[in-house]
């Protein structure tokens, strides 16, 4: 059945530097058909299934290119003591480490699905899923091929942290890592990423993880930059990575880099705000040419958010971005940042993943944060909400 979307008040397209008004979109067997002025619209002798928008608005639906939502387990202790003024550091990951390997699959597949329901629900139509919370060989293969069930977009992290077991011995988990993990968990997954950061992994580390994915043929992507300046940016860089996430603490070397590469930034607002770390300056990063994504990061220990808008509306409050800005990064970067260019764009041939607000404007996501704005999605053409 073709569906055409009609009335609508708002449409942001990515394909254009102005979002139409009073326009349609036609979707046929999961991609996007037709675009235009509703006036314009195409007629079916016969016949489609007509949506009237009613003046609201319409945007792609959000690619969140960043989450950890396979785990077990709770850490709202531990977000507690941080509100009181505890200090965040990457150890806290440890602590779900046990409750996800003691998880059975059914345990973890219904937490990773439940999450999934709420961000569609939020208008997310397409998630990345990173494991790291089992940190031995036989949990990290659980935890990508559950991942895998429900995305192509799965990302290999075995280098999150250095497991309890194997303190103050980085080098041997590492070859663990490039290792036997890596053969059990490479054909579930599309990518490697690595944690380089002061208390996780040192650079020469990191490069040996990227590289051996590479090796396998995985793409790499960085967590840098988070707790303190250092080398994973240029890193990320050097090796060609789609993304380096989190860039908290960034020098003017590493914002020129970026500018000057093809590796996009993935901002992830909700660790800000849940660790009170300083605000990521976006709007000099984009000044500057930097190619900037958002995604929430959703995981127990540092953002447990699911939710774009609110992402959004606090890169907007906060960040410096316009909520133009904001929204593309939370769709288009999102893509860019997982090297896709069939989502996070509504234009012919590209897939219909489309999200219908319950307001006259995209504007209205930073405006009415902590609303529920979504009114209806539309993942390949089927709506799902």
């Not at 007629?43 to 960043?66: K, L, N, T």
């Not at 709770?74 to 806290?92: C, I, L, S, V």
């Not at 629900?121 to 899923?129: F, N, R, S, Y």
């Not at 580390?205 to 967590?223: D, F, K, N, T, Y």
Request: one cysteine or more; aromatic letters at 6%.
């Amino acid at each position: 059945m073709r569906t055409m979307i009609t009335n609508i008040g708002e449409l942001t397209t990515n394909d254009s530097s102005e979002p139409l008004t009073d326009a349609a979109v036609l979707i046929d067997r999961g991609r996007i058909e037709w675009v235009g002025a509703a006036d314009d619209a195409p007629s079916d002798p016969e016949g489609y299934e007509e949506v009237d928008a009613a003046g609201r608005a319409v945007i792609p639906g959000f690619v969140d290119s960043h989450s950890h939502i396979v785990f077990g387990g709770d850490r709202a202790e531990e977000f507690e003591a941080r509100m009181a003024g505890q200090k965040y550091a990457a150890g806290g990951i440890r602590s779900t480490v046990a409750a996800t390997r003691s998880a059975s699959d059914d345990e973890l597949r219904a937490r990773l699905r439940g999450l999934l329901d709420e961000m569609l629900a939020q208008g997310t139509t397409t998630v990345e899923i990173k494991s790291g919370y089992g940190l031995d060989v036989a949990t990290e293969e659980r935890l990508v091929r559950l991942a895998a069930e429900v995305t192509p977009e799965v990302t290999f992290l075995g280098a999150h942290v250095v497991p309890a077991e194997y303190a103050d011995r980085g080098d041997e988990y590492v070859d663990v890592v490039v290792g036997e993990m890596l053969d059990a968990c490479a054909p579930h997954v599309k990518w490697i990423d690595v944690f380089c950061e002061t208390g996780a992994f040192t650079v020469p580390q990191s490069r040996r993880v990227l590289e051996a994915g590479i090796a396998r043929g995985l793409q790499p992507r960085v967590h840098a930059s988070q707790l303190g300046r250092g080398e994973g940016v240029q890193l990320a860089i050097e090796l060609g990575a789609a993304s380096v996430d989190h860039g908290t603490y960034l020098t003017d070397a590493d914002v020129a880099a970026l500018a000057a590469s093809d590796t996009v930034l993935t901002l992830l607002p909700g660790v800000e705000f849940s660790t009170r770390q300083p605000y990521p300056d976006a709007r000099a990063l984009i000044d500057a040419g930097v190619t900037v994504a958002l995604a929430c990061d959703t995981n127990p220990g540092s953002s447990f958010t699911s939710s774009m808008a609110f992402c959004i509306a606090v890169a907007v409050r906060d960040m410096g971005m316009t909520t133009a800005e904001a929204v593309w990064a939370a769709t288009a970067g999102g893509a860019r940042a997982l090297r896709r260019d069939d989502i996070g764009v509504i234009a012919p041939g590209k897939r219909a993943d489309l999200v219908l607000l319950d307001a006259p404007s995209r504007v209205h996501l930073a405006y009415r944060p902590g609303v529920p704005l979504i009114r209806h999605v539309w993942k390949d053409g089927a709506r799902v909400r």
